[in-house]
Nanobody, 127 residues
Framework: MQLVESGGGLVQPGGSLRLSCAAS????????IGWFRQAPGKRSEAVAC????????YYENSVKGRFSISRDNTKNTVDLQMDDLKPEDTAVYYC?????????????????????WGQGTQVTVST
């Protein structure tokens, strides 16, 4: 499976971006997909994740109510809609995938639970 992210860029605080993770070589419906981000000098963190099969979701606390993850099986993509962006959302955003259902709880998924990774897309929130 190959993953390619798109949609990053520079946006002012309060603005919106929609990131897209396009998959090839496999169908996203069969995979649990996660969006992670890494800011300079910080550890990678799970932002939003969606599980295969039953579409359970996880959101990091600071993005709840602002970010929304969705799967489009016809386009074979998983998107991350980001609204009301804040400067602290600035980071490189990566999508990741693992085959099958990943049980999502209130605890953040770990990077080692995902086997396939995209190259990342930069999101900068600044005036």
């Amino acid at each position: 499976m190959q993953l390619v992210e798109s949609g990053g860029g520079l946006v002012q605080p309060g603005g919106s971006l929609r990131l897209s993770c396009a998959a090839s070589g496999a169908f996203v419906i069969d995979y649990s997909i996660g969006w992670f981000r890494q800011a300079p000098g910080k550890r990678s963190e799970a932002v939003a994740c969606i599980s295969a099969n039953f579409d359970g979701t996880y959101y990091e606390n600071s993005v709840k109510g602002r970010f929304s993850i969705s799967r489009d099986n016809t386009k074979n993509t998983v998107d991350l809609q980001m609204d009301d962006l804040k400067p602290e959302d600035t980071a490189v955003y990566y999508c990741a995938a693992t085959y099958g259902e990943l049980v999502l709880t209130t605890s953040p998924p770990n990077t080692y639970e995902y086997d396939y990774w995209g190259q990342g897309t930069q999101v900068t929130v600044s005036t």
